[in-house]
Structures are given as C-alpha cells and as structure tokens.
C-alpha cells in the first residue's frame, strides 16, 4: 500500500521559516516526481514545487521562486521529499500536499496523495 505522509505544518510568524517533509512509502518511485500543492481556505489547489525522485529538476511556482527549495533522500526504502520555506507571508497560509506522479502543474497529473499539513502564517 503507497503511503505519503506529510509532517512538520504549524503556525508561525510572517518572515519565519518551515520544513515540511513527505515520508513515501509502499513502492519505489523510479521516473516519477514528488511535489507539493497548497490550497487555501475557499481556493483551488495550487502547485507550489515538484523534483525528480532522484533529486534533479527541481521546479516551482513563480511565487515561492527564491523562498522555497525543495529536496529528496532516501532512508530506509523510504523516499523523503522536503520543501524548505523561508521568508513566508500569510499569503502562504494553506494545507499543503505531498504528491507523486508525472509533474508539472496539474494535480490531475499525480497518482498518489498524502493527507495535508497545515501551515499557517500570521502578520
């Protein structure tokens, strides 16, 4: 059974930073790429960053260019995919998704889903 599970959500000031990692288990995932979507309260889910399982062709959305990185290893036949957020806004306020499927922008394009972890930032 494929697993993603995001952790590592909260509620921080604007300017703070966060981690967020997404432990994928229950397969391998040679060709594929790990991503990470958002959706706001009342909004549409977002693509935020996807990378290659294998760490290479990191790429983002045009508003968290320069804030957010994201990176991938492997432990334990479990793949980890993290995203690093710095300088966040409470515009970056929403559930964030770790995905695994073909990349780019549409969430029809990821077969598997984790669950969602809330960030939240304040001003």
């Known amino acids: 059974q494929v697993r993603l599970v995001e952790s590592g959500g909260g509620s921080v000031q604007a300017g703070d930073s966060l981690r967020l990692s997404c432990a994928a288990s229950?397969?391998?995932?040679?060709?594929?790429?790990m991503a990470w979507f958002r959706q706001a309260a009342g909004k549409e889910r977002e693509f935020v960053a996807h990378i290659r399982s294998t760490g290479e062709s990191a790429d983002y959305a045009d508003f968290v260019k320069g804030r957010f990185a994201v990176s991938t290893d492997n432990a334990q036949n479990i793949l980890y995919l993290h995203i690093n957020m710095n300088n966040l806004k409470p515009e970056d306020t929403a559930m964030y998704y770790c995905?695994?499927?073909?990349?780019?922008?549409?969430?029809?394009?990821?077969?598997?889903w984790g669950q969602g972890t809330q960030v939240t930032v304040s001003s």
């Open positions: 995905a695994a499927g073909s990349g780019g922008e549409n969430p029809g394009a990821y077969k598997y």
């Open positions: 229950g397969r391998s995932f040679p060709n594929y790429f």
